[in-house]
């Protein structure tokens, strides 16, 4: 599959590039949510082996969403776990916690996937909506593509908890499509032996987009737990936010949108 690596325009008449503060504070918070939780394995606090991985199940109930609760905005019990302590009892507010589940999560390679979308698309969105429209964008988003998944979720899907950014970040590619579907994005292909070769973006999201419809209802997802549905619905409402409110302005990408990778030549 595609792996994007930068999908930059130049800043016209040599301004000053603009700097995608938004985007680089949910990185940062991202991270520092993952680095000081249990899942990092770094924080000594949390002790090892099966203190640890209670540790784990109690993060990710107290600061997940559980589809279920979202119906009704009424939290389930924590379930309980042998040779783990019993429940805290920790006072969760379902519709508060697909807040903080934007900044948790799964692992290490959860993150640094999830943050590598943000930071090669979230930045000229960023610029494009504003910075503080496109965080109000983003967690818009990252409610609509969270309570669109828990309408269809059932069976072992409902009860299945669920963190990480990537139907907010899927929200912001989507808008990232309608507002500059010809850039281009440069991507590492595995199977070319990661060769560096660039595609327009209405390619390289076409291509992840395509996945991800293929993906739902797959008897991988129930294996991997990946909430693909989730990504369709963030993607589509982030296209036609932009679409209608964006799509008759301009931004400052030239009229190719031809991208420059930092260190290019002008």
Known sequence: MLRPVSAKNPPPGGAQPFVPLVTYALIAACALVFLVGPVSGLDPLYGGGNARACAELAYYHHWGVIPSELMDNQPIAAPTTPGCPAPDGFPKIPALSVL????VHGGWLHLLGNMLFLYVFGAMVEERMGRLPYL????????LATYGYAVFAGGDSATQTLVGASGAIAGILGAYLRLHPKARVTSLLPFLLFLPLRFPAWLVLGVWFAIQWASV???SAAVTGVAYTAHLIGFAGGFLFAWLLYCRRRGYADPTNAAVLPGDPP
């Open 100 to 103: 903080t589940a934007m900044f």
């Open 136 to 143: 109000l964008s983003y967690v818009a988003l990252g409610y």
């Open 217 to 219: 209802g797959a008897p």
